[in-house]
């Protein structure tokens, strides 16, 4: 099916779940952020990522919700939320979760992120600990000075052979991202090609982001101006780098779950230099979408961590 299919609203998405969840609006830090919220308890934060919308999060959302307040959000720019000209630099954004976390009613909360949104979450942790109790990472830690020198061109024989085979996530999406109009041009009303060449290169079971998944996330990015906002989180990643040099190593407690390949990249990206207490911990038999593709684990060591 074409990613201009209709698909259901994010209410009947929300509806669909177990454990009472509702899709809402927050006006928060000067803009409107969409969420879905349900189940009860203590409050747990989910920051979702690239190209994606909360409902990469539905595999985890029920069984997280019979601990937990558990609330998926629409970072700025994404999905249901305002998609404005700027504030995609992740103080900002992490600003936004900071006081939603606030108008949901909490003083902190456990949060957890996945790619771009685990960026979010460290700098909400770097900049204002006292919102968040434990952070998770998924997949990601956070974009630092090594990430400036990352290759143009894809930089072994065996990366080049594995992306002839439609494997390997060499990311040159960070440098097309980077452009202004062209990307609008080339992908509006054409995304689902970009979701199915994602998954078909960083799934490992390509039948965990099923058929109607990817029709949703394919219907929220097939704009000219969801796909300039999702590219706007990219484009302040010098900026995001900048600000992470002024931060102190975090004290909040930091959990990092990874893929097969990001192991050992994010095992020697989460040093000291990151945090005073960081585990990372390997998910076998998963790539880079892991709340989809190993929902099981990932609500395993969300409730051993958060508690």
């Known amino acids: 099916m074409s990613s201009v299919d209709t698909v259901p609203t994010d209410a009947e998405l929300a509806a669909s779940l177990d454990g009472d969840f509702t899709s809402r609006y927050a006006d928060v830090n000067g803009v409107v952020l969409h969420h879905v919220t349900g189940g009860h308890g203590e409050p747990v934060i989910l920051l979702g990522g690239w190209p994606q919308t909360w409902w990469q999060f539905r595999k985890v959302l029920p069984d997280l919700a019979r601990r937990y307040q558990v609330t998926a959000v629409d970072l700025r720019g994404m999905g249901g939320s305002a998609k404005p000209e700027s504030g995609y630099d992740k103080q900002t954004m992490a600003g936004d979760i900071a006081a939603l976390i606030g108008h949901l009613g909490h003083r902190s909360a456990f949060v957890a992120g996945h790619d771009i949104g685990a960026s979010v979450g460290y700098h909400l942790a770097a900049s204002r600990p006292a919102t968040v109790r434990r952070l998770v990472t998924l997949d990601l830690g956070v974009p630092d000075a090594s990430w400036l020198d990352i290759p143009m061109l894809p930089a072994s024989d065996e990366q080049v052979a594995a992306l002839t085979r439609g494997r390997g996530g060499y990311p ?106 960081i585990q990372v911990v390997k998910v076998n038999n998963s790539d880079h979408y892991l709340p989809e593709e190993r929902p099981d684990i990932v609500v395993e060591e969300l409730i051993k961590f958060f508690g």
């Open 172 to 277: 040159w999406w960070f440098a097309f991202n980077q452009l202004h109009g062209l990307p609008e041009q080339l992908l509006t009303g054409r995304f689902r090609h970009l979701i199915d060449w994602l998954c078909g290169h960083m799934l490992v079971d390509q039948a965990s982001i099923e058929e109607d998944a990817r029709r949703i996330y394919a219907r929220a990015y097939d704009s000219p101006d969801a796909i300039r906002a999702g590219n706007g989180w990219y484009r302040t990643m010098r900026q995001d780098i900048a600000d992470l040099a002024t931060y102190a190593p975090v004290t909040t407690p930091i959990l990092t779950l990874a893929g097969e390949s990001s192991y050992p990249m994010l095992r020697q990206q989460m040093g000291p230099d990151k945090g005073t207490d």
